[in-house]
């Protein structure tokens, strides 16, 4: 861009100035040599108002201003360029700013009024679709798809406050149980119920603002405090601390204890949802550990023994379920070969590849046979003088 | 002798001229105004009184700052929309003069320097200053921000060892955030930034110091006042004014002035989330109250400050622990274990790095992580990526 600079002379400032207006008079086109120092790099901050700055160098000629021949002529072109670039790369309401500039320059140009209607249409579409895939992913537990929808949605529509609480939701553990009272129910028996102890009584009016003593009424929505092993006085093998250990188990990484203790209170209480959520999630880390080191078989064992409808385990168990069955195919080639050496009287070279066979398909119906065998022939041909 | 005389027709022609022409451009121009900044002399800085206390710090409402009502004449290289405003870059602008300008906040500089992607200002430069962020908390097709919480606990002039940081350490590490374009940020907006109510820019940290040692003042005071960095100390206040190299109330009272923030680490520095066993389960309730509220009562009381946000002792937490905090009406609170928070990370379970004294400065870039890479178009994300969100 061609810049003009428009001085006034330092002689003729103050009689400019004497008579109250400041102008602009193009002298020179040169654009000042210095640049301001960078802001992020202030050398001087006073704590807790990061804002303030090292006093800036006043402008030497108080009212030399600086403007463009054409002011803001080429803004719009800048613009719709970067417009159309986040439209490629589907970054719509960036794309739609970019066009509102363009359309703030030119607001008789037909083409970014157009972009900004259909731009805005497609953000609200691809919203609602995004957090509708998100609910589904949700109800079906499915809850790193589901959050990764949300967070599309709140891309497009930061205001969006349902997706905004499923975001945030979606993986935090409740630190309450809900309880809604029942005809008779008084906060002993709740205790009772819900953490095995009378005793804890007093908790319930602390956290649902009653008083000491005031009696609970029916259909009260009653918020308790979870506890953990470490608050629980009782010790033994109750629902809850199974239900404890396990989650801690889980936090810790720990995917065997944490199923052991989820399927331990399973027992207890068959359809216990937060024991059973530990036991899929268990499973379910345990078995991407097994993925992760390409142990496909244990892997498999381990998402089949998630429910079906649990995050995309479906999805994965085909998959898995797919690449073993071509496993096995390779797996009986080694196996043939293996009876090849095994003719040819190569009997640790047959061991290899029937162990080979063994790995890719470990219930190979005739590889683990054949190798004990084998080794039994070879011990006798040993003993043979 | 004639030449003497010309040159005075000439200069008194030059002169005529440029007025004729002067008043030209007046009559063309609009009044320039250059609010906020009559031209001043150059001088040396004066010394600054000492900020308001954090706390007390008007921020803009978030998301949207309110902007200045458009003038009655506005100068020619500023175009003031509804959602943004257009201006060229005058001499002696700045990020933070247009902030200030233009988004009532010199502190949201950043906003027009990461917009236009740009790291200074050149006058004759186009400008878009937007009056609304695009990106809150930090979110993109591409991912999300995190920021980094850092924990520090004791400093030393010479001495380090693994709680103990010395002064040459520390003082380098400030200059790192500053030298790599990191803010620090107060508490407060870190958890506007949770609640999705703001953009923060993009390599954002926050600096906490642990427990109310006496070098938190005579070492990482003096550094953290030369940068302009907030930081908050959670002090256990039976610590405090206790000798055995602790800090006291005076010398709190004179941090807060000067903009730290002072929030909980308990009553007595106890670990919430173990239960003495001779304890029963209401004993043992009963004294996490009292650390906490007993805590809170004495902060407020000497320092006439809120106190919503705690450390937990040795960073542990349990979901009751949790529920007692928000029965009690805190913000948040934080935990020790290593990493950085997006704003969709629990506000009672912040994850904060403890830097060693033995870092070096690489380590301690390690734990400045400000944004994960997760391509939310995506579709077939795989384990893997999920893996990630974690």
Redesign the interface.
């Known amino acids: 861009?061609k810049?003009s600079?428009l001085r006034?002379p330092i002689s003729?400032a103050f009689?400019?100035f004497s008579i109250g207006?400041?102008?602009?008079?193009p002298i020179q086109k040169e654009?000042?040599e210095e640049?301001?120092?960078?802001?992020?790099?202030r050398k001087?901050?006073?704590?807790?108002?990061?804002?303030?700055?090292?006093?800036?160098?006043?402008?030497a000629e108080?009212?030399?201003?600086?403007?463009?021949k054409a002011?803001?002529q080429?803004?719009p072109n800048k613009?719709r360029l970067i417009a159309k670039e986040f439209e490629k790369?589907?970054?719509l309401?960036?794309a739609l700013?970019g066009w509102?500039?363009v359309n703030?320059?030119e607001p008789d140009n037909p083409e970014p009024i157009q972009r900004i209607r259909e731009l805005t249409k497609e953000i609200r579409i691809h919203a609602e679709n995004h957090f509708r895939q998100g609910l589904e992913h949700f109800q079906r537990k499915n809850f790193?798809?589901a959050?990764?929808e949300f967070?599309?949605v709140?891309?497009y529509k930061?205001d969006h406050e349902t997706a905004?609480i499923y975001?945030?939701r979606s993986f935090?553990?409740e630190?309450?149980y809900s309880y809604i009272t029942k005809e008779g129910d008084t906060p002993k028996s709740v205790a009772q119920q819900i953490y095995g102890?009378g005793?804890?009584d007093?908790?319930i009016p602390?956290?649902n603002d009653l008083k000491m003593g005031e009696p609970i009424k029916p259909e009260m929505r009653l918020?308790l405090?979870?506890?953990?092993i470490?608050?629980?006085?009782k010790q033994g093998t109750s629902l809850e601390e199974n239900v404890n250990r396990a989650k801690v188990s889980l936090r810790s990484r720990n995917y065997e204890k944490a199923v052991l203790f989820a399927e331990r209170a399973l027992e207890d209480v068959p359809n216990h949802w937060e024991a059973n959520d530990i036991k899929n999630a268990g499973y379910y880390e345990w078995g991407?550990q097994f993925?992760?080191k390409k142990e496909y078989w244990n892997s498999l064992r381990m998402f089949k023994k998630v429910d079906e409808n649990y995050k995309n385990v479906r999805d994965?168990v085909a998959q898995l379920e797919r690449r073993l069955q071509e496993q096995k195919a390779t797996a009986e080639d080694y196996y043939l070969k293996g009876v090849k050496h095994f003719i040819a009287q190569e009997l640790d070279e047959a061991i290899h590849e029937w162990e080979v066979t063994l790995y890719l398909d470990p219930q190979h119906p005739r590889a683990k046979k054949d190798i004990e065998k084998v080794r039994r022939l070879k011990e006798n041909l040993q003993k043979t003088p | 002798m004639y030449k003497g005389y010309y040159r005075k027709i000439s200069f008194s022609l030059l002169g005529f001229g440029l007025i004729v022409q002067f008043l030209i451009g007046c009559a063309g121009y609009p009044i320039p105004t250059r609010p906020g900044s009559p031209p001043v002399p150059p001088s040396t800085p004066s010394p600054r009184p000492l900020p308001p206390p954090v706390s007390s710090i008007p921020r803009p409402e978030a998301p949207s700052p309110p902007i200045s009502p458009p003038q009655p004449e506005t100068p020619s290289y500023v175009r003031i929309f509804p959602k943004f405003v257009a201006i060229i870059a005058q001499p002696g602008d700045t990020f933070s003069s247009l902030a200030e300008k233009y988004l009532n906040d010199p502190s949201r500089d950043w906003v027009i320097a990461e917009f236009n992607r740009i790291d200074r200002i050149n006058p004759g430069q186009e400008l878009i200053i937007p009056l609304k962020l695009p990106d809150r908390g930090g979110l993109t097709l591409q991912g999300y921000q995190t920021l980094p919480v850092i924990v520090y606990h004791k400093f030393s002039k010479n001495s380090t060892d693994t709680m103990t940081v010395s002064e040459n350490a520390f003082e380098e590490q400030m200059r790192f955030l500053k030298e790599n374009g990191y803010r620090v940020i107060t508490l407060d907006e870190f958890f506007d930034f949770l609640d999705f109510k703001i953009q923060l820019p993009r390599k954002s940290v926050v600096i906490t110091i642990d427990d109310g040692w006496r070098s938190a003042y005579e070492i990482a005071f003096p550094i953290l006042k030369k940068y302009g960095y907030p930081a908050t100390l959670f002090v256990y206040t039976d610590f405090i004014s206790s000798g055995r190299g602790a800090l006291d109330w005076t010398i709190l009272s004179e941090m807060v002035k000067a903009g730290i923030d002072i929030q909980s680490h308990t009553k007595t520095h106890r670990n919430l989330d173990r239960k003495n066993p001779q304890e029963s389960f209401q004993r043992n309730f009963e004294a996490i109250i009292k650390e906490i509220m007993e805590s809170t009562s004495t902060i407020k009381s000497h320092l006439k400050k809120e106190v919503k946000y705690l450390a937990y002792p040795y960073g542990d937490t349990n979901p009751f622990i949790i529920a007692l905090l928000q029965k009690l009406d805190y913000r948040g609170a934080f935990t020790v274990q290593r990493g950085t928070n997006p704003f969709f990370a629990h506000p009672y379970r912040i994850r904060r790095s403890m830097i060693y004294g033995n870092f070096d400065l690489h380590d301690f870039e390690k734990n400045l992580s400000f944004f994960t890479h997760y391509d939310l178009q995506e579709k077939d994300t795989g384990i893997a990526e999920e893996k990630e969100l974690q």
């Open positions: 861009m810049l600079v006034i003729l009689f400019t207006c400041a102008a602009l008079l654009a000042p640049a301001p120092k960078p802001e992020v790099d001087e901050f006073v704590i807790g108002k990061k804002p303030v700055q090292e006093p800036e160098k006043p402008v108080p009212f030399r201003i600086l403007i463009t002011p803001f080429s803004l613009y790369r589907n970054d309401r960036n700013f509102e500039i703030s320059f790193w798809a959050r990764r967070l599309i709140l891309t930061p905004l975001v945030k935090r553990e630190d309450y102890d005793n804890k007093f908790l602390y956290f918020k405090p979870k506890i953990q470490a608050l629980t006085a991407t993925l992760q994965i």
